[in-house]
T-cell receptor, first 117, second 114 residues
């Protein structure tokens, strides 16, 4: 079974600075998806960024980018120019590629990100 | 498109009572998922539906849990004879199955069993 590990329970960053959240995963599959989700106090999970394992290029979405190291099974999230609205719980998640597995996500335990003004 | 809607937002119940939660997915989404999230943890998969068919259930879903999705529209999750260990947030998510990797989540139902 796949597992996802987030080793940082909590991180802090100064507004406008850059922060990196860590994630490692364990799988024997060669093709899969990785995601970062944000969960603000409103509780609704919001997709931040996703990465297909077969793509070597790291995904980027505006201020958010990932460092995907397939061999090391590492998938970190970098947030540049941090804003107060970035404060939330961040979850790393894994999904197997084949659709017959139902598209279910395996989540890590999460990292609380605090942004200081 | 009003997003995934869950009702109620909060539920407090006494141990041994039955509770039912409702999820209304985005209208054109044929896949619907239930997850459970306990304090300080990431969500854990419970079950999923493709249209009205329940295609997979986690081992976390004991006999006291049942989920339905009549007519492939809204879904209900019922917990019978609730236990204190059932206290958690229950999240619903849906997707079209085409852009299949993008799940849309509701805001969850927070269950407290006293």
């Amino acid at each position: 079974a796949q597992t996802v590990t987030q080793s940082q329970p909590e991180m802090s960053v100064q507004e406008a600075e850059t922060v990196t959240l860590s994630c490692t995963y364990d799988t024997s599959e060669s093709d899969y998806y990785l995601f970062w989700y944000k969960q603000p106090p409103s509780r609704q999970m919001i997709l931040v960024i996703r990465q297909e394992a077969y793509k070597q290029q790291n995904a980027t979405e505006n201020r958010f980018s990932v460092n995907f190291q397939k061999a090391a099974k590492s998938f970190s999230l970098k947030i540049s120019d941090s804003q107060l609205g970035d404060a939330a719980m961040y979850f790393c998640a894994y999904r197997s590629q084949p659709m017959e597995y139902g598209n279910k996500l395996v989540f890590g335990a999460g990292t609380i990100l605090r942004v200081k003004s | 498109d009003t997003g995934v809607s869950q009702d109620p937002r909060h539920k407090i119940t006494k141990r041994g009572q039955n509770v039912t939660f409702r999820c209304d997915p985005i209208s054109e989404h044929n896949r619907l998922y239930w997850y459970r999230q306990t304090l300080g943890q990431g969500p854990e998969f419970l079950t999923y539906f493709q249209n009205e068919a329940q295609l997979e259930k986690s081992r976390l879903l004991s006999d006291r849990f049942s989920a339905e999705r009549p007519k492939g529209s809204f879904s209900t999750l019922e917990i019978q004879r609730t236990e204190q260990g059932d206290s958690a947030m229950y999240l619903c998510a849906s997707t079209t199955g085409t852009d299949a990797e993008k799940l849309f989540f509701g805001s969850g139902t927070q269950l407290s069993v006293l």
